[in-house]
Each structure stands twice: as structure tokens, then as C-alpha cells.
């Protein structure tokens, strides 16, 4: 079953270790990367490893911004051998699912870098629309969390 959970120590070597290939790492920031920005704006940031059952597979970082009513999807990464199993899209679930029932949001955010083709599928795939801006040279979609279900 893929769950997130957060990082602590015996999990933030694995996150740190994790590569994406040459190509795959232009669509996302290192994840040391993240991780520094997680204790710059420790609000804001949650950071979460992704698992199936007691492996880690991933992760992903959310951008928790309770004053504009609104939560960013900061990072998301699957490792490359564990990609096209299914584990992107149960655990974007997973992250939706926190988000919708702290209560406290109106809209997901992200951006994805033009090109990204698989990125934008699931996206789409799971109710997030373009906006028509693009931020730092990335494409902004969004997704209405009051249209938004699901019981995953
Ligand atoms: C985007 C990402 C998280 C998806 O994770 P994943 O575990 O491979 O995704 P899933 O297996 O759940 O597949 C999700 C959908 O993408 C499709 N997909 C996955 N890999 C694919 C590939 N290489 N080519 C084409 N489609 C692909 C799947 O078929 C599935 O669509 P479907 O359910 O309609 O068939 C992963 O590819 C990744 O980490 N990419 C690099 C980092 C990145 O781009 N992060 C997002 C930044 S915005």
C-alpha cells in the first residue's frame, strides 16, 4: 500500500540518495534541494516520503498556505526504477486526500515544466486544469478541491 510519511531520520538518507535520470531531473529540484527549502519555510513546507508498504519510493512536498486558502504540490518525484507501476498517481491520491481533510483549502496548485508530458497526464488525469499562467517558465494548473473526490 503507498502511504507518505515524514521525513525523519531513518528516512532522509533515502530521500537524499534518490536520482531521477538526466532528462527527468530538469522537470524537478534535487531532493536536498527540497529539503533545505523545507527548513528555510518550515510553515509552509511539508515534506513526506513516499512508500509501498516499508520501501521508500519517492517524494513529494506540499506548500501548506492556510491564509490564501490555497496548498501547492512543491515536489514530486517517484524514483526511476519504481516509475509506471502506479505509485505517482496513489500517492498524489494520498496527498489530496491530507489536503482535502485538513479543511482548510479551496485549491491545489502546481506548476510543471512544458514538456513533461507524463506529469501533465496525471495531472489531468486527476482533475487539475491549466490556468493559463506560467510561472518561472512553468506551466500553473490548479484543481477545485470542493469538486474533488475520492475514498483511496
Ligand atoms: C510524474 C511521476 C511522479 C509519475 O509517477 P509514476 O509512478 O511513474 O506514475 P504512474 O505509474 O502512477 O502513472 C501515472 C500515469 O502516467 C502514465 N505514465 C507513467 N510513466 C509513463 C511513461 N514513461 N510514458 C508515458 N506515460 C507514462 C501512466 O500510464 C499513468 O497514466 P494512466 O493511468 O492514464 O495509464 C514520475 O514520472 C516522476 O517522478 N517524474 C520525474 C519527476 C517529475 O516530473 N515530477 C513532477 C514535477 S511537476
Not at 526511476?80 to 479551496?106: H, M, P, V, W
Request: charged fraction near 30%.
Amino acid at each position: 500500500m503507498v502511504s507518505l510519511k515524514e521525513i525523519n531520520e531513518s528516512n532522509f538518507r533515502a530521500i537524499v540518495r534518490m536520482r531521477l535520470n538526466e532528462e527527468q531531473s530538469k522537470y524537478v529540484a534535487s531532493n536536498v534541494y527540497s529539503l533545505a527549502q523545507a527548513w528555510l519555510y518550515p510553515e509552509e513546507a511539508k515534506p513526506y516520503a513516499i512508500y509501498n508498504d516499508e520501501e521508500i519510493i519517492g517524494f513529494i512536498m506540499l506548500d501548506w498556505d492556510e491564509k490564501e486558502h490555497e496548498c501547492g504540490i512543491w515536489r514530486f518525484m517517484i524514483a526511476s526504477d519504481q516509475q509506471g507501476k502506479g505509485y505517482g498517481r496513489k500517492a498524489l491520491t494520498c496527498a489530496l486526500n491530507i489536503i482535502k481533510e485538513a479543511g482548510k483549502f479551496d485549491y491545489v496548485f502546481l506548476d510543471y515544466v512544458p514538456g513533461n508530458v507524463v506529469g501533465k497526464h496525471l495531472y489531468e488525469s486527476m482533475g487539475f486544469i491549466e490556468t493559463g499562467e506560467i510561472e518561472d517558465g512553468e506551466i500553473v494548473m490548479k484543481l477545485d478541491l470542493h469538486k474533488y473526490n475520492s475514498n483511496e
